[in-house]
């Protein structure tokens, strides 16, 4: 097996065991464990050593880490990159009194359609009682347990010529076995007095496959790709004069603005922590963040073949061609001519070729973490991904070449700096 199909292998068994932000921060941290990193907890008091790594997390779902450098952050700045834990999906209204059918609320914009007739599982998180103290527990289901089914052509004749599915009507899930109450009992070995509500969505609980060794499908590549993409060139990498530090956030998919999102106080108080707790003082806090620099990792589109018109012939980028540059006048993107040229040179170095994407001035550009994170740290950022078909459906397709390649660009951007 060649190097890319065993990245994508490892990729591929990230993202199984990672069904929702939960779980993935949950494997998120086990990696960081392993590799030595030492966990902080924001309510404790810190004590930091040049070139020993740290992690913390906020919520169950968004964690950042960071290894201290050699030298002070004032004179060197901080190297950081980010991506987001979260998938567009649908959330279970829970708790809920015994039903046949369980309505959901939509999470993010998924493609709805992709959702029905497909086999789903439950996974998420569960307030539990034990021995009269509540704590969140993972949760998922072991096997596929409920259905969302679409209703016969002969019932509904016009579903090929385009159908709106109603949200609250249309989406409600199937539980054929039983109470999803009784499920989640089973599960985490506890009787329905002891639970107390919790997050839990319905999941595609089935493992991606590789297509004649050039792409992959899979659910949640969005954005599980580029947060494996980040662990691995952050994890790797030696230790520095910079800080180096990686965030992965929660709540991407919708909108940011929570307590463990990127629009949140989490990684700006971290960064001033690090200062204040190395010796530092309130102006290097400021002198550190003029000097850093702050890569968003996020899935870019690929040109689509049923689809061209859709993009812009001049920015669109194909699969197995290299990570994407994404740029935007409106700014929904953050790159901006500055930080465009650092990943350019960061490509160089790395041997890696790149794509650009700009949208068609006549279709509204989505949005990544970038733009909220570079306005609420005021530090530069690019805009990054690789590129994908089928953004935003329950099963994404991207190119086996582009996750090797992304990995390659973040160890330098690690490694060496921004030059």
């Known amino acids: 097996m060649n190097g890319a199909l065993q990245i994508i292998n490892e990729l591929l068994d990230f993202i199984h065991v990672s069904p929702t932000a939960y779980q993935a921060a949950a494997v998120l941290i086990r990696m960081l464990k392993e590799s030595g990193f030492k966990e902080l907890k924001e309510e404790n008091s810190w004590n930091l050593k040049p070139g020993e790594g740290y992690y913390l997390q906020r919520n169950s779902s968004t964690v950042a880490a960071f290894r201290v450098g050699l030298k002070m952050p004032a004179e060197t700045?901080?190297?950081?990159?980010?991506?987001?834990?979260?998938?567009?999906?649908?959330?279970?209204?829970?708790?809920?009194k015994a039903a046949a059918a369980l309505s959901v609320e939509i999470y993010g914009n998924p493609i709805l359609s992709t959702w029905l007739d497909r086999e789903l599982s439950v996974a998420g998180v569960v307030n539990v009682r034990r021995n009269g103290k509540w704590s969140?527990?993972?949760?998922?289901?072991?096997?596929?347990?409920?259905?969302?089914?679409?209703?016969?052509?002969?019932?509904?004749r016009d579903v090929n010529k385009g159908f709106e599915y109603n949200r609250q009507d249309h989406m409600k899930a199937i539980f054929p076995g039983g109470s999803l109450t009784g499920l989640v009992c089973n599960k985490l070995n506890a009787v329905p007095e002891d639970l107390e509500g919790g997050d839990l969505f319905l999941v595609d609980p089935f493992k991606g496959t590789i297509l004649s060794g050039k792409a992959f499908v899979s659910p949640r590549i969005d954005n599980l790709a580029m947060c494996h993409a980040v662990i691995k060139g952050f994890i790797d990498s030696p230790v520095s004069d910079k800080t180096q530090a990686a965030v992965f956030y929660d709540n991407e998919e919708v909108g940011s603005m929570t307590l463990q999102g990127a629009k949140s106080s989490f990684l700006n108080e971290l960064l001033e922590r690090i200062i204040m707790v190395t010796g530092g003082v309130k102006d290097d806090y400021y002198r550190a963040k003029a000097k850093s620099f702050f890569i968003s990792a996020d899935g870019a589109h690929a040109v689509h073949p049923n689809f061209p018109g859709k993009h812009d012939s001049n920015f669109a980028p194909e699969l197995n061609k290299g990570p994407v540059l994404k740029m935007n006048a409106g700014y929904s993107y953050a790159t901006n001519s500055e930080s465009a040229l650092v990943f350019e040179n960061l490509c160089r170095r790395a041997g890696v070729k790149y794509q650009r994407f700009i949208g068609r001035s006549d279709i509204p550009s989505g949005s990544t973490i970038g733009s909220i994170s570079s306005s609420q740290l005021g530090i530069r950022t690019v805009d990054i991904g690789n590129p994908m078909l089928a953004m935003h459906s329950i099963r994404e397709t991207a190119g086996v070449d582009d996750h090797s390649a992304m990995i390659r660009i973040l160890s330098e951007y690690y490694r060496d700096g921004i030059g």
């Not at 700045?77 to 809920?96: E, I, Q, R, W």
């Not at 969140?136 to 509904?156: M, R, S, W």
């Open 136 to 156: 969140k527990e993972l949760f998922a289901a072991p096997e596929p347990v409920a259905v969302i089914p679409n209703l016969a052509i002969h019932l509904n």
């Open 77 to 96: 700045g901080f190297l950081m990159a980010g991506a987001h834990t979260d998938s567009p999906s649908l959330k279970l209204k829970y708790p809920v």
